[in-house]
């Protein structure tokens, strides 16, 4: 119960503070908006290459697996199933 009431309290203070203070909060908005921007952008770009498998592509160009150091099948190997 007492959670809630700090929390009651926090929230009219915010929205007391948001409007009294109404540019600074757009100036800081305008300040951390574009870092965040960036930052999102570097984990999304990240997260498409791991999920593409880029790094894979890449290292096959070397012609080895990059963990094991063992030479990476073609291609057109990938497509077939194993041989028992």
Do not use: Q, R
């Not at 570097?42 to 592509?57: D, I, R, T």
């Amino acid at each position: 119960m007492l959670n809630i009431v700090f929390g009651l309290i926090a929230i009219c203070l915010g929205i007391w503070g948001v409007a009294n203070y109404w540019w600074y909060v757009v100036d800081f908005l305008s300040a951390v908006l574009p870092l965040m921007l960036i930052g999102g952008g570097f984990v999304a770009v990240l997260a498409g290459m791991k999920n593409s498998g880029l790094k894979m592509k890449i290292k096959e160009e070397n012609g080895t697996h990059p963990k094991t150091k063992t030479p990476v099948a073609a291609a057109d190997d990938l497509d077939e199933e194993p041989e028992v």
